[in-house]
């Protein structure tokens, strides 16, 4: 009888090959030596029109306020991001890119569309279509779990 593969395992065999491929392609492949994640955050800032609320990037990536923190901290010192207190609410940081960030876009966006290319031509238009819908499934399960409401066994 075949062994079932694990929902669990392919996931992370996904993830694994993914920071591969990301870490190929933006950790001094060329130009810019920012790790992918960082890259991801200053593409994500600029595609905001340059500037963003450090919430609005928790938000997009899902991640918790201090892993965000230390990311933008890392990207200020590297001289690619300003944070400012936010006009409204001073407790708010207002990210926005600097010069150098901004000349290096061109070169960032290049890659991403490199890996998103990859990835969608893995797929067809009805399966990617349901890709994303799986993957908002599980996401919403699995917020439940880190919200508190761990699953009974």
Known sequence: MAQQKSLLNELRMVHIAMQRTMRALCECGGGSCLPALSAMMVHFIFMRGGSALQKDVENEFGLRRSTVSRQLHKLEQDGYILRTAAERDGRSKRITLSEKAMAEQDEIAAKF?????????????????????????????LEKVDGGDAPQS
């Open 113 to 141: 569309d490199v890996v998103e290319t990859h990835v969608e031509k893995a797929l067809s238009p009805v399966e990617k279509e349901t890709f994303h819908r799986l993957c908002g499934k599980i996401r919403a399960r």
